[in-house]
């Protein structure tokens, strides 16, 4: 069932959200029992090695997401510079074709921010899209006061061309400085999972479950045994998933974790990968073959970003490639996000000397070391 679309006209989708906003959440009944969609059974993949990269420069680019199209283009946003006010950040989205990355342009800013949330909106970032069918779905958060972000979503039918004004999707009863980092998961009734945290009295984790009509129907803890943000989740089968969560503290930490077995409707803290990380995003997906793939920055810095594999559900970790290492001042390679395409090519984009995008794709078995 796609989300919003078929039990509302299109034109409602903004009175469906609005609901949400208006409470619902927080009057909605207990939700039934929850199920992920559960992801196809492991197969190798089909591709040989193969390894492309190319950056689009865009000066103080961060936090990139991915999302493929329903014809087969990739589509990307990020959160950038204005061009008319440098303390201002704006949403840029671009779509790869067959002649490359088009020219980025601005889908969400302070002020189209504002005329949906009618706040006096200071600064927007976060960027998340997910495509279903015909629907182009894109969140982000915006702070409209000291730790007072929300999470704002809107919708194209036209690829991206033309986007609905934003409106909030309340994660709290008060006031909350929320976090986006992972692209929301299918869940088995059409609804979607999302994963988001808070920093506002202490650095946690929670997962969001939406019903196929927008609402939140249920908001669960991620129980961590260190503070941690922005969890990257990745689904194991229908009931089964693992949260990895980048450790919120200074110094060198370590990633912080936690699964569910009945399909989101309660976590539990976990074993994380032993290396060490320095308060940076990671991201996590699973692959063709079921195996986890994880990206982010290991030791004490964002000048390293690697590559790991997991075999196990993500009990134990494998290095497998190194993707960027440099040690002067302006290295710093954050922010991943990964995709797998639907011809099980994998895709990741990261944030660049914050002076670019870059994408990456590559096969498993570029991963598993063969040269394309």
Known sequence: MNFLAKKHPRGLAALVFAAALAGAFWRAPNPGAASFAAPPAASPSPLPAVFSSETLPAAEAAEPCLTELPDGRLAAAWSGLAETDETARVIRYSVLDKNGWRLPQPVASRESTAAGSFANEQEIGNPLLFAEGSWLHLWYTSRSGWAARAIQHSVSTDGGRNWSKPVALRTAPLASDTLLRAAPVP?????????????????????????????????????????????????????????????????????????????????????????????????LLRLQSGRLLLAGNPGSGRGTLALWLSADGGQTWQASRILESADD????????????????????????RRQGIKHLAFSEAWLDGEQP
């Open 187 to 283: 869940l088995a009734d059409g609804g979607l999972g999302l994963a988001i945290s808070s920093q506002l009295l202490a650095a946690t984790g929670a997962y969001l479950r939406l019903a196929p009509t927008g609402e939140i129907v249920d908001k669960q803890h991620l129980p961590l045994m260190q503070p941690g943000l922005q969890p990257a989740v990745a689904v194991l089968d229908a009931q089964h998933a693992l949260a990895l969560l980048r450790h919120a503290a200074d110094g060198n930490g370590h990633l912080q974790a936690a699964v569910t077995a009945n399909g989101g409707q309660s976590w539990q803290a976990a074993p994380a990968p032993p290396f060490a990380n320095p308060d940076t995003p990671v991201a």
């Open 329 to 352: 001042g302006a290295a710093e390679f954050t922010a991943p996000a990964l995709l797998l395409g639907r011809d099980t090519r994998i895709h990741l984009v990261y944030a660049w």
